[in-house]
């Protein structure tokens, strides 16, 4: 079983940058989709972005199209969200998730807090 830790969460200025990374147990994970999603005070948890097990698609929610880059390292079983011209609104807890099967994110990491000021 895979299993999932993140790191790379901080207080940040608006306008400002970090990269999260996640990094997976096991010998499995480059077979395996990927997806970051977040969740602010109060709200759903929501869709960030997904990347295939090789790393030649990735998908986007529009609100951090542009500004937001997911990558993966399978030869060291970490994919990373890069995350540019950070807006207060981006402020939440993000997770790191993996989808097996092609059908849906079954394991998730422990989440890595993300604060952005204004």
């Known amino acids: 079983q895979v299993q999932l830790v993140e790191s790379g969460g901080g207080l940040v200025q608006a306008g400002g940058s970090l990269r999260l990374s996640c990094a997976a147990s096991?010998?499995?994970?480059?077979?395996?989709?990927m997806g970051w999603f977040r969740q602010a005070p109060g709200k759903e948890r929501e869709f960030v972005a997904h990347i295939t097990w090789s790393g030649a698609n990735t998908y986007y929610a529009d609100s951090v199209k542009g500004r937001f880059t997911i990558s993966r390292d399978n030869a060291k079983n970490t994919v990373y969200l890069q995350m540019n011209s950070l807006k207060p609104e981006d402020t939440a807890v993000y997770y790191c998730?993996?989808?097996?099967?092609?059908?849906?994110?079954?394991?998730w990491g422990q989440g890595t807090q993300v604060t952005v000021s204004s």
């Open positions: 096991g010998r499995t994970f480059s077979t395996y989709a």
């Open positions: 998730a993996a989808d097996p099967y092609g059908s849906s994110y079954d394991i």
